[in-house]
Nanobody, 123 residues
Framework: QVQLVESGGGLVQPKGSLRLSCVASGFTFSQYPMTWYRQDPGKEREFVAGISSKALSTNYADSVKGRFTISRDNRKNTLYLQMNSLKPEDTAVYYC????????????????WGKGTLVTVSS
């Protein structure tokens, strides 16, 4: 079955860095756009970053531009999120998600979600 498994979360100090990974299985990873979303308890899930199927296009939320970088390795069926200059407001559960249509640039119509990995930014 289609599965997304995130890893790499943890506790980090402000201004620190973390790299999240998401391993995909059960579908042709290289054909679908992929995204990272995050959710803080008590808040709605919000878009963080998206990447097209061949990594020719990326998109970021304004709050993370210049600090976060999304990438993918289609040979390894893996999505990444490099997070630098982390702030306490980046604290959230981060979810990897699969786009609903192949070859699409739609980063808001996700049809499969991982279970998430917790990132806590605190001194």
């Amino acid at each position: 079955q289609v599965q997304l498994v995130e890893s790499g979360g943890g506790l980090v100090q402000p201004k620190g860095s973390l790299r999240l990974s998401c391993v995909a299985s059960g579908f042709t990873f290289s054909q679908y756009p992929m995204t990272w979303y995050r959710q803080d308890p008590g808040k709605e899930r919000e878009f963080v970053a998206g990447i097209s199927s061949k990594a020719l296009s990326t998109n970021y939320a304004d709050s993370v531009k210049g600090r976060f970088t999304i990438s993918r390795d289609n040979r390894k069926n893996t999505l990444y999120l490099q997070m630098n200059s982390l702030k306490p407001e980046d604290t959230a559960v981060y979810y990897c998600a699969k786009g609903g249509a192949p070859w699409s640039l739609d980063y808001y119509s996700m049809d499969v979600w991982g279970k998430g990995t917790l990132v806590t930014v605190s001194s």
